[in-house]
């Protein structure tokens, strides 16, 4: 059955580095997001992203966030600058279509800590 | 005030009680998703609603559009149902369907 993979499933880094965090949709999804679950805290929507451009952004998502879909397969989610607080969980998700009729298929998460 | 509201927070049980968890919201949404949340903190769609009823296996989801309410049903619960049980609703357009989560209910069910 077709997954969403997600890589690296665990990322330390230092305060102010960059990470990348990458993600393979499933290949006939249209529709991909990006969440992030911190320790004990529920699950939040970061951005979507359809047809090369982001759809639609949380205040969370602010200028050190970027995604990017840089060929046919991969989905990337870019921190410029990472903080202590955005030590958390980071999901990927991705759907066939964006709207009220669909399914949102997530990959394991990938556990950021920012040292 | 939280958008999506689960309860309980916790809920222990036997194995082969039947479940109940609660879900209400106060946006207007595409359509409500009931997930489930492995210790390892992967995450499964199971439900997908927006009128009436589903089942799947012992699982059972209904929702009241009227009253923004939803519930989640276990029958003949099984230790192997332990996870958070997270209720999310879709809310969206043409290129987006952003879900908004609730905080989720931690189940265990005991043999």
């Known amino acids: 059955e077709p997954e969403v993979t997600q890589t690296p499933s665990h990322q330390v880094t230092q305060m102010g580095q960059e990470v990348i965090l990458r993600c393979v949709p499933i290949?006939?999804?249209?529709?991909f997001y990006w969440y992030r679950q911190i320790l004990g805290q529920k699950v939040e929507f970061l951005v979507s992203?359809?047809?090369?451009?982001?759809?639609?952004k949380s205040e969370i998502f602010d200028d050190q966030f970027s995604v990017e879909r840089p060929d046919g397969s991969n989905f990337t989610l870019k921190i410029r600058s990472t903080k202590l607080e955005d030590s958390a969980m980071y999901f990927c998700?991705?759907?066939?279509?964006?709207?009220?009729?669909?399914?949102?298929?997530f990959g394991p998460g990938t556990r950021l800590t920012v040292l | 005030k939280n958008e999506v509201e689960q309860s309980p927070q916790n809920l222990t049980a036997q194995e082969g009680e039947f479940i109940t968890i609660n879900c209400s919201y106060s946006?207007?949404?595409?359509?409500l998703h009931w997930l489930q949340q492995h210790p390892g903190g992967g995450i499964v769609s199971l439900f997908m609603?927006?009128?009436g009823k589903k089942k799947h296996g012992r699982l059972i989801a209904t929702i009241n559009i009227q009253e923004k309410h939803s519930s989640l049903h276990i029958t003949a619960s099984h230790p192997r149902d332990s996870a958070v049980y997270i209720c999310?609703?879709?809310?969206?357009?043409?290129?987006?369907?952003?879900?908004?989560f609730g905080t989720g209910t931690r189940l265990q069910v005991f043999p």
């Open positions: 290949s006939n999804h249209l529709y």
């Open positions: 946006v207007g949404i595409s359509a």
């Open positions: 609603l927006s009128s």
């Open positions: 998700a991705s759907s066939v279509a964006g709207g009220p009729a669909d399914t949102q298929y």
């Open positions: 992203f359809y047809n090369n451009e982001i759809s639609e």
């Open positions: 999310a609703v879709g809310v969206g357009s043409y290129n987006t369907d952003k879900l908004i």
